[in-house]
């Protein structure tokens, strides 16, 4: 009687091995970005910010279109600057300010440009109620 295992190996199980090699070695590529996940550029003679989701109706750029995409002698649409004179603010409705600095404060650093002029413009309109209360007073 012999003592080593007794292994058979099955023609659907080398198969399924050798899927399973390919497909771990096959990687997934990523899904493109959508429109509000690109970036924004903002240009830095006037301001004017370039957003994919709405593209340039004056030089023919459909939506969708990333800024990297866009042509070399792409101009400014409002002051005619050149594309290299335009800076990257990242995507719409992303916290302002640089990703290392958003971890300080008590939280008010991760809200996006909206949330914080709805926070500061609330509180305004508290502090007022609270000062014309002051004249029920007698």
């Not at 899927?19 to 970036?39: F, H, R, S």
């Not at 335009?86 to 990703?99: E, L, R, W």
Request: net charge negative; proline share 9%; charged share 20%.
């Amino acid at each position: 009687m012999s003592t080593e295992p007794n292994f058979q190996v099955d023609d659907a199980d080398v198969n399924n091995e050798a899927a399973l090699e390919a497909a771990t070695e096959t990687e997934v590529a990523p899904a493109p970005p959508t429109p509000m996940e690109m970036d924004q550029f903002e240009c830095l003679a006037c301001g004017y910010t370039y957003e994919p989701t709405k593209g340039d109706d004056r030089r023919n750029i459909p939506a969708g279109v990333a800024f990297a995409d866009v042509p070399l002698n792409w101009r400014c649409p409002v002051c005619s600057a050149q594309k290299k004179r335009f800076a990257n603010i990242g995507p719409a409705g992303t916290p302002s300010g640089f990703k290392e600095n958003l971890s300080y404060g008590i939280g008010v650093n991760r809200l996006t440009p909206g949330q914080k002029s709805i926070l500061i413009f609330g509180a305004l309109a508290v502090g007022f109620f609270f000062f014309i209360s002051l004249y029920g007073l007698r």
